[in-house]
């Protein structure tokens, strides 16, 4: 540690927001004077941890496919945004910095056209076979520009996952299921898995870049019936017999990419049988050593159980609970970890947030920093995904939101986008999560902590109440921390830097708005 001043007096700042400059078209927010009444007070015991934050992640899902063929500035706008971890001259962030990039391998709905029976042609996707049965690796090019722009900005893990088997295998010949069955066949289980080791293998000799994931599965509890996108369902013994086929193919490659299971379409899956009878008790059923699925043995299966926190959002203090069940069953597993891997605001939300109608305001912002803040705190996740990064919808699922238009158009960040980059852009992979709690007792100021492996002290504090909130940071005795950064996302900003003025180690965070504060230990 570096010789200096204890951080419960640290010097912070008082972070009122007031826009004293617009420089980069963000504000640069300074504080105006202190908040009546007495402050709250955060403490953080480094000393105690819990779970390794691997990454942040987001999807090239569906947009990317035609946004990656725009003309090169705002293709490379649009990859900063999501990848950049940049700092400019006069201290604005150029992105959030994800540290993990999810590449949708597509089952041939593109080429088959009106004829795929997904209405929708933004959610049809190429697949990498060619039409003579071979492979053509300069297929999907707008997505293998954005895996390639990741990697150019610093993204160090990728992630395949197909929403179904390519068309060629499936039992209806479609890129989605008829009533609710399944869609592949036993006998294609190996072919399928060939084919997803295939590419793998034909990504890395086209671009260098490596699948360390590839996750077989997406959502397998829903019908996948209704021509919406991709997918299909499956029991959990068919999940369990192409992971087992998968596990052989990558091996026979000499590939290292592991797999990961299940992608479960809301997270009660994973620890109950809930509705879903046979594709549920995922948690049991694949890494119970007892489990005629069990799967924990095979060699390149990652001791990791992923979900989605779909549906299960609102109200808070249920969706904690929830959390706590899933985190404690996890636990019981020794070495299993939970992997959050896709969200975006779905539903009514209990009549919170409904999904529908694109939002760049403050109002999603909020909403999304607090469901992380429930997944990494209450459910104990070490990776946390966003679905689909770029959209051209009427809805509340982009990061960043661009004209529905294949060949050029404008785009814009969203305040999701800032508010997820208030934890991806400095919770690195490493990072431990550390003990964090708030005398004010209220869901209305939510706080955590994390200690990256430079040894930087990360405090992220959402404050969705109306009124602004007196704090002051705490560290546990003995420690001591350097001078300090902070990070404003709001109304008004986006993760601006907080010009810190004045001294008392108390500081002001602004209603309905996320603070990063980022120390040197």
């Known amino acids: 540690m570096q010789n200096s001043q204890h951080l419960g007096t640290l010097f912070l700042g008082l972070l009122m927001a007031a826009s004293v400059s617009c420089n980069g078209g963000e504000p640069v927010v300074e504080t105006v004077g202190p908040a009546g009444g007495p402050a709250v007070t955060i403490r953080i015991d480094p000393s105690k941890k819990y779970q390794t934050i691997r990454n942040f992640g987001g999807s090239d899902a569906w947009a990317c496919q035609f946004a990656g063929n725009w003309p090169l500035a705002k293709k490379n706008g649009i990859a900063d945004l999501l990848f950049s971890t ?268 409904k999904g529908e109608g694109r939002d760049l305001s403050i109002t999603s912002g909020l909403y999304i920093a607090r469901v992380i803040h429930n997944d990494l705190v209450n459910a104990n996740a070490t990776t946390w995904h966003w679905w689909i990064s770029v959209s051209p919808y009427d809805y509340k699922d982009g990061l960043v939101y661009i004209d529905k238009s294949k060949t050029d158009g404008q785009y814009q960040s969203s305040k999701m986008l800032w508010a997820l980059g208030n934890f991806s852009r400095f919770v690195r992979p490493g990072a431990r999560r550390v003990e964090a709690s708030s005398s004010l007792g209220t869901d209305a100021l939510l706080v955590s902590s994390y200690l990256n492996t430079n040894n930087e002290l990360v405090t992220v504090i959402v404050n969705s109440d109306n009124e602004e909130k007196e704090v002051q940071l705490a560290l546990g005795s003995g420690q001591q921390a350097g001078a300090a950064k902070a990070y404003e996302t709001s109304a008004q900003s986006d993760l601006a830097p907080l010009k810190m003025i004045g001294s008392g180690g108390k500081f002001l965070v602004k209603g309905r708005s996320i603070v990063t504060v980022v120390n040197k230990m």
């Not at 399928?192 to 793998?200: K, P, R, S």
């Not at 069990?294 to 979900?307: C, F, H, R």
Request: charged share 20%; aromatic share 12%.
């Open 86 to 353: 940049d700092t400019l001259a006069d201290g604005h962030l150029k992105g959030i910095g994800l540290s993990l990039w999810r590449f949708n391998a597509g089952g041939g709905t593109t080429e088959q056209g009106e004829a795929s029976g997904i209405r929708d042609e933004w959610r049809r996707a190429e697949s990498f076979f060619a039409a003579d049965g071979g492979y053509d690796w300069n297929k999907q090019a707008g997505q293998m520009w954005f895996l390639n722009a990741a990697k150019e900005r610093g993204v160090k893990e990728f992630l395949l996952f197909p929403n179904t088997p390519p068309v060629q295998f499936t039992t209806n010949g479609k890129g989605f299921a008829t009533n609710g069955q399944p869609n592949l066949a036993s006998q294609q289980f190996d072919k399928f898995a060939g084919y997803l080791a295939d590419v793998i293998d034909g990504v890395r000799k086209k671009t260098g870049i490596t699948f360390q994931y590839v996750s077989p599965a997406n959502e397998p509890q829903w019908d996948w019936s209704d021509g919406g996108q991709e997918g299909t369902p499956y029991f959990n013994n068919q999940v369990a017999a192409i992971t087992r086929s998968l596990s052989a193919a990558l091996l026979k490659k000499n590939l290292p990419t592991q797999i990961n299971v299940a992608e479960a379409g809301q997270i009660e899956y994973l620890y109950s049988e809930h509705n879903r009878p046979g594709r549920a008790s995922q948690i049991t059923a694949f890494f119970d050593k007892n489990s005629t699925d069990y799967i924990g043995n095979l060699p390149n299966v990652v001791p990791a159980i992923s979900a989605h926190s779909y549906f299960t959002t609102s109200p808070y203090k249920t969706a904690v609970e929830k959390r706590k069940q899933l985190a404690n069953a996890v636990a019981a597993v020794p070495g299993l970890e939970y992997w959050q891997t896709e969200y975006c605001i779905l539903g009514d939300n209990e009549g919170e947030i």
